[in-house]
C-alpha cells in the first residue's frame, strides 16, 4: 500500500517567501507528526494532530510556523517569511493510533528539503 | 524530560563484521525505545522497538537491539553486515508522559567496507 508522501520533495526559498510543505499521510491514520530535521542532527518534533485537533505545537520554533489538517488526512506545514535557520528536512510522519500509551509506530514520508537564501 | 545520545556520530565497518552502535536515554520515567535507519533521501524506517517484556529485541534486516534499563541503555547489533546496510540509523525515545513525540539521538552513520 501506500506510504507517507510529501510534496514538494525540494524547495528552494528566498529569505522572507512564505512557503508551503504538504503530507499525505497513510489512509486511516488518526496521528500525524511534524518533524525538522537539521543537517547532521536527528529529527526534532514540532507538531502533532490527532485528526483535525492540533494536540501539541510545543515543538514549532517562532509564530511564523503554522501547521494545520482540517479535515483531518492531509497536512500543511506553512512557514511565513523565511529564514535561513529555516533550512532543513521537514519530515511528517503518521501513526494508527491503535492504542493510547504512545506506543505506535510512526511511519515517516521522505520528507522536503528545504533551502533558503 | 527525555533525551538520547548516540556516541558515535561514525562506524566505519568492513562487510560481513559485526556492528554495535551504542544509545543512551535519560527519562525520569518508564519509556518506550525505537532504533529507525534512514537511507539517503529517503524517510526514516522503524528497525525495532521495545515496549516492555523481554529485553533482547529482534527487528527487521537481522538487527537486534538489548534494554538495558540500569545502563540505561539500548545498543544496537548486527553480527554481519553487508553494504546495503550502509545508512545513517537513529535511536529515539518516547513515554507516556511525553505526549506520542519521539525524541531522536544525533544519529550514527555506519559505512560497510568491501
Known amino acids: 500500500g501506500a506510504g507517507v508522501s510529501q510534496s514538494p520533495r525540494y524547495k528552494v526559498a528566498k529569505r522572507g517567501q512564505d512557503v508551503a510543505l504538504r503530507c499525505d499521510p497513510i489512509?486511516?491514520?488518526?496521528?500525524l507528526f511534524w518533524y525538522q530535521q537539521a543537517l547532521g542532527q536527528g529529527p526534532e518534533f514540532l507538531t502533532y494532530f490527532q485528526n483535525e485537533a492540533q494536540l501539541d505545537k510545543s515543538g514549532l520554533p517562532s509564530d511564523r510556523f503554522f501547521a494545520e489538517r482540517p479535515e483531518g488526512s492531509v497536512s500543511t506545514l506553512k512557514i511565513q517569511r523565511t529564514q535561513q535557520e529555516d533550512s532543513a528536512v521537514y519530515l511528517c510522519a503518521s501513526s494508527l493510533a491503535l492504542t493510547v500509551d504512545n506506543t505506535d509506530t510512526q511511519y515517516f514520508g521522505p520528507g522536503t528539503r528545504l533551502t533558503v537564501l | 524530560a527525555q533525551s538520547v545520545t548516540q556516541l558515535d556520530s561514525q562506524v566505519p565497518v568492513f562487510e560481513e563484521a559485526p556492528v554495535e552502535l551504542r544509545c543512551n536515554y535519560s527519562s525520569s520515567v518508564s519509556v518506550y525505545l525505537f532504533w529507525y535507519v534512514q537511507y539517503p533521501n529517503q524517510g526514516l524506517q522503524l528497525l525495532l522497538k521495545?515496549?516492555?517484556?523481554?529485553?533482547l529485541v529482534k527487528g527487521i534486516n537481522g538487527f537486534e537491539a538489548e534494554f538495558n534499563k540500569s545502563q540505561t541503555s539500548f545498543h544496537l547489533r548486527k553480527p554481519s553486515v553487508h553494504i546495503s546496510d550502509t545508512a545513517e540509523y537513529f535511536c529515539?525515545?518516547?513515554?507516556?508522559?511525553?505526549?506520542?513525540?519521539?525524541?531522536f539521538g544525533g544519529g550514527t552513520r555506519v559505512l560497510v567496507k568491501p
Open positions: 521495545y515496549l516492555s517484556g523481554s529485553t
Open positions: 489512509s486511516g491514520h488518526v496521528s
Open positions: 529515539a525515545v518516547n513515554s507516556k508522559a511525553a505526549g506520542n513525540k519521539l525524541t
